[in-house]
């Protein structure tokens, strides 16, 4: 049995030099470089006012708010969100969240694809890299 305990698996800082609000944590709970077959899971923690940058996803993405008040912008579409909200995000479509509320914000997001290739407006910093893929043994840039 594959388990993971998302409120204590370790998340990555990333942020745009470009904008200073873009800053979060995540991590892909599952994914194909950790045993996923046809699936994949990120979490991604945003403190109030912190927004993860725009970018394109490779799968359909289904995201669930889990906790807080976050505002999605998916292609022109922004709408608000709170705890239990669920959104769907075409392949390939632009999409950012952003912790509209006073407390973290803790979003998940589920991909029908255990590797997920995502290409960021601006470089994620300290990778410094715009298109990072997930599922493999290792993030990397393409």
Do not use: K, W, Y
């Not at 979490?43 to 906790?67: F, M, R």
């Not at 807080?68 to 912008?73: A, K, L, M, N, R």
């Not at 959104?87 to 006073?102: L, T």
């Amino acid at each position: 049995m594959l388990r993971i305990d998302t409120t204590a698996m370790a998340l990555m800082e990333g942020n745009f030099d470009g904008d200073p609000s873009v800053h979060s944590r995540a991590n892909f709970a599952l994914q194909g470089g950790n045993g996923s077959e046809r699936a994949a899971v990120v979490i991604i923690e945003l403190e109030p006012g912190e927004a993860l940058g725009e970018h394109t996803d490779s799968p359909e993405e289904i995201l669930l708010v889990l906790d807080g008040e976050v505002e999605f912008q998916i292609g022109d579409e922004i709408s608000p969100a709170v705890r239990g909200t669920l959104a769907v995000v075409p392949p390939m479509a632009p999409h950012s969240i952003r912790n509209i509320g006073a407390a973290t914000a803790r979003v998940a997001g589920f991909f029908p694809s255990p590797t997920v290739v995502a290409t960021f407006a601006e470089p994620v910093q300290p990778l410094g890299e715009r298109v990072l893929v997930f599922g493999e043994a290792a993030v990397v840039g393409a």
